[in-house]
């Protein structure tokens, strides 16, 4: 992912030596799009989609039955039907008493239909509708793997700023223990009282504090960042710190704007929710339409299993919806308001990607603006800091200066590590903004 070249910029140093070969901000958003469960779930969605486009494809094709089975009775329908299909009719089966008390006879039956639609407009709107089905479950693929990689860029880099601000902290607590080494031995040369020394143990103490703060810190960003690619939670993974660079063009809202409008998944969903609705309206108008079938059978009966007759069948059947409760036609006028909402929704998505846009171009300006102040305020605290500190061991101030010195320095840090954090994070929320994956 392009991103993390904004924190490449900030942030140089190099996170302790290992034996895996480092983590790259792509890498993980791969790992997390091939194994979060967001993931896997939505690409199992896709394929039960495609899926139910093969179900309905499948009214184009003839339906084909083979069918034995096998009846005893004495039911004087079933003895004549059954004796007539076997063509073992004969006169006497006229008889009075033959016809209403007849013996019990068997039929053993196998029966080989076809039925093939000609015309029937249902087939052809059932097709449409889960072909966009399934290209709604795309686009919700998309959306997913598009959010995993602005969650995984967030993660990413919130490690990355934590592991700084523990090796900030570290060297907060050794510059403590050094201002209080000389403020003792300035004690211990009466130059000072012990105030001044005990204010930097307190100094000292609140630093430690911090330093245990950063690395807890440091500790759930990397578990946020397992989770996000189904890793163990505990995984240790040094991260690579040199991705390729970004360039996004902010000087050109309209055209990022056009971007957006093309490459959102959201803008997709809705323009594919509009045609699934005008799917849906020509399928209620399909039940106004007749349907032709054609349909043929054959069959062998008999009264033993290796005795049979054959007989077979052929014919058509023409089927009109004359009326059916006024059901149909009020299935077809939801239809028709579904297609209106979903128009309207079309166009409210589409808005919203523009202003999507508008505000992620703005935050990232100000991010970027933000970090060059806090870079600038950084320095400025730290050389503040040197002379303080100078001018403390030289006597010519108090302790009290020397601590709103340092505490100046970590403030100014924090600032510059907040401001790194949201240059990241704008620059991704722009990318996903514009659609980019």
């Known amino acids: ?99 209403n008390h007849p013996a019990s006879t068997d039929n053993f039956r196998t029966a080989f239909s076809v039925e093939q639609p000609l015309f029937d407009r249902t087939t052809s709107a059932n097709v449409r509708t889960a072909s966009i089905a399934r290209d709604l479950s795309a686009t919700g693929r998309r959306l997913v793997d598009q959010d995993l990689t602005m969650a995984v860029t967030d993660a990413f880099g919130r490690v990355l700023i ?11 607590v050794e510059t403590a223990r050094a201002d209080r080494a000389l403020a003792a031995n300035r004690r211990d040369a009466g130059r000072v009282t012990e105030a001044d020394v005990l204010q930097l143990d307190v100094y000292l103490a609140r630093s430690l504090e911090q330093q245990l703060q950063a690395t807890s810190d440091e500790r759930i960003a990397r578990a946020r960042l397992n989770q996000l690619m189904d890793e163990p939670l505990s995984a240790m993974f040094p991260l690579d710190l040199t991705p390729p660079p970004i360039a996004i063009d902010i000087a050109n809202p309209a055209g990022l704007e056009e971007e957006a409008l093309k490459s959102r998944p959201e803008v997709a969903l809705a323009i594919q929710q509009e045609q699934l609705a005008a799917a849906m309206v020509d399928a209620a108008k399909a ?15 008999g009264g033993a299993w290796n005795s049979r007759s054959s007989s077979w069948v052929a014919g058509g059947v023409a089927r009109i919806n004359v009326f059916h409760g006024l059901a149909d036609k009020a299935r077809l006028a939801e239809a028709r308001e579904q297609a209106t909402r979903r128009a309207i929704e079309r166009m409210k998505a ?21 970090e060059a102040v806090g870079r600038a305020a950084a320095d400025q605290a730290r050389e503040s800091r040197r002379i303080i500190r100078d001018r403390y061991e030289s006597g010519l101030t108090d302790a009290a200066m020397l601590l709103r010195s340092a505490d100046a320095v970590q403030q100014a840090d924090a600032r510059q590590i907040a401001a790194r954090v949201n240059v990241l994070t704008a620059t991704a929320a722009l990318q996903r903004a514009i659609g980019k994956p």
């Open 1 to 99: 992912m392009k991103v993390a070249a904004v924190f490449v910029a900030s942030v140089l140093a190099t996170l302790p030596a290992s034996a895996q070969s480092p983590l790259s901000l792509s890498e993980a958003i791969a790992r997390a799009k091939a194994r979060n469960p967001d993931a896997t779930a939505a690409a199992a969605a896709e394929r039960e989609a495609a899926e139910r486009v093969t179900q309905a494809r499948g009214g184009y094709f003839p339906k084909v039955d083979i069918a034995e089975s096998w009846h005893r009775g004495n039911h004087p329908v079933f003895v004549f039907s059954s004796v007539l299909a076997q063509r073992q009719f004969t006169a006497a089966r006229f008889a009075l008493d033959a016809l």
């Open 162 to 172: 934590a592991a700084a601000t523990v090796r900030s902290a570290a060297a907060m």
């Open 287 to 301: 039940a106004f339409l007749p349907q032709v079938i054609v349909q043929g059978g054959w069959e062998l009966n």
């Open 350 to 370: 589409e808005t919203m990607a523009r202003l999507d846009v508008q505000i992620a171009i703005a935050r990232l300006e100000t991010a970027r603006a933000s």
